[in-house]
Nanobody, 120 residues
Framework: QVQLVESGGGLVQPGGSLRLSCAASISILSFNSMGWYRQAPGQQRELVAQMAPSGNRNYADSVKGRFTIPKDNAKNTVYLQMNALKPEDTNVYYC??????????????WGQGTQVTVSS
C-alpha cells in the first residue's frame, strides 16, 4: 500500500501563493503518472496539473501560468506551487500517483485531500 500524505492548505488572500506538499511512502523516482486534482462539493474531481515520467507537464487552462508541479525525489515529495490565487481556486485538492512496485503490482494512490480557501 502506497501512502500519500498532503499538507500545506489553508486560507490565503486573492493574489497570494500557497505550496501544497504530497509526501509518498515510497520512492517517486519511477512512476506512471503524478498529478494534482481538485473537487468542489457536488462536482466531479478535475485535473489541475499532471506530470509524465518524461518530465512533461500539463495544466488545466484555468491554472496555466499560475500553478506548477515540481517534485523533490530526495524527499519523495511532489508539490503544487500555486501563485496569483483567485477565489475560484477555492477547493479541496488531492494528489495522485500511479506506478508499479518492484513486485510488479500496480498502484493508484490518493492523498487525503487538503482545503484551499482563497478569500479576502
Amino acid at each position: 500500500q502506497v501512502q500519500l500524505v498532503e499538507s500545506g492548505g489553508g486560507l490565503v488572500q486573492p493574489g497570494g501563493s500557497l505550496r501544497l506538499s504530497c509526501a509518498a511512502s515510497i520512492s517517486i523516482l519511477s512512476f506512471n503518472s503524478m498529478g494534482w486534482y481538485r473537487q468542489a462539493p457536488g462536482q466531479q474531481r478535475e485535473l489541475v496539473a499532471q506530470m509524465a515520467p518524461s518530465g512533461n507537464r500539463n495544466y488545466a487552462d484555468s491554472v496555466k501560468g499560475r500553478f506548477t508541479i515540481p517534485k523533490d525525489n530526495a524527499k519523495n515529495t511532489v508539490y503544487l506551487q500555486m501563485n496569483a490565487l483567485k477565489p475560484e481556486d477555492t477547493n479541496v485538492y488531492y494528489c495522485n500517483i500511479r506506478g508499479t512496485l518492484v513486485s510488479s503490482v500496480r498502484y493508484d494512490s490518493w492523498g487525503q485531500g487538503t482545503q484551499v480557501t482563497v478569500s479576502s
